[in-house]
């Protein structure tokens, strides 16, 4: 099925550093968002991007819907310990539909 | 308990064998996603009902894989002759209203190991 390019796969971070990832498509999305996954549980939203070229805050975590449309941007500043989990991109075509998720990002945080 | 609830958390069966797999959305949720999770990867669609009808099946990989919603709440997910490469993690999500900026709020999913 088809996935979005997420990168990096894996990023091994100290405690208090700023981390970066990002998310490119072929194909032009409506929506993008960003998602947290921690062992056995299900993806949580942290932030939806409605707009190309949208800039959009939740706390530390800051993302942008990039202008093309078909790439979008996830950081996360000052990071925490419990900031360790996976993060995936997923962009929606329209509101309601199916969401296409990258391949997704692992976080880790050493104190 | 108000989050999207799954049965079985973890379901172990035999090759060959039928399994199903029961999602409970959150009350009042009109839309209901199932996605499949391989090892490693993200969440890949399966299917989408809106009410009791299945309002994009495109997902579905093959004629072995069948879902239904008969009073537009509780989803069953039913995979026939089970083979080792539907081993992986089946999400179920729900949302409000599917033409709203609504979010998909995910279950925690059920765990599938075909021997």
């Known amino acids: 099925g088809q996935q979005l390019n997420q990168s990096p796969q894996s990023m091994f971070i100290q405690e208090g550093e700023d981390v970066s990832m990002n998310c490119t498509s072929s194909s032009i999305f409506n929506t993008w968002l960003w998602y947290k996954q921690e062992p056995g549980e299900g993806p949580v939203l942290l932030i939806a991007l409605y707009k190309a070229g949208e800039l959009t805050s939740n706390g530390r975590l800051t993302a942008q819907f990039g202008i093309t449309r078909k790439d979008s941007f996830l950081n996360i500043s000052a990071s925490i310990p419990s900031d360790v989990g996976i993060y995936f991109c997923a962009g929606q075509l329209w509101q309601g539909g199916k969401l296409i998720f990258g391949q997704g990002t692992e976080l880790s945080v050493k104190p | 308990g108000a989050g999207v609830s799954q049965t079985p958390s973890n379901k172990v069966t035999e090759k060959g064998k039928y399994v199903e797999l029961r999602c409970d959305p959150i009350s009042g949720h009109t839309a209901l996603y199932w996605y499949r999770q391989s090892l490693g990867q993200g969440p890949e669609f399966l299917i989408y009902?809106?009410?009791?009808?299945?309002?994009?099946d495109s997902g579905l990989p093959n004629d072995r894989f069948f879902a239904v919603r008969p009073e537009g709440s509780v989803s069953t997910l039913k995979i026939q002759r089970t083979e080792r490469g539907d081993s992986a993690v089946y999400l179920c999500?729900?949302?409000?209203?599917?033409?709203?900026?609504?979010?998909?709020?995910f279950g925690p999913g059920t765990r599938l190991l075909v021997l």
């Open positions: 999500a729900s949302s409000l209203m599917p033409q709203a900026q609504e979010t998909q709020y």
């Open positions: 009902f809106q009410g009791t009808g299945a309002a994009d």
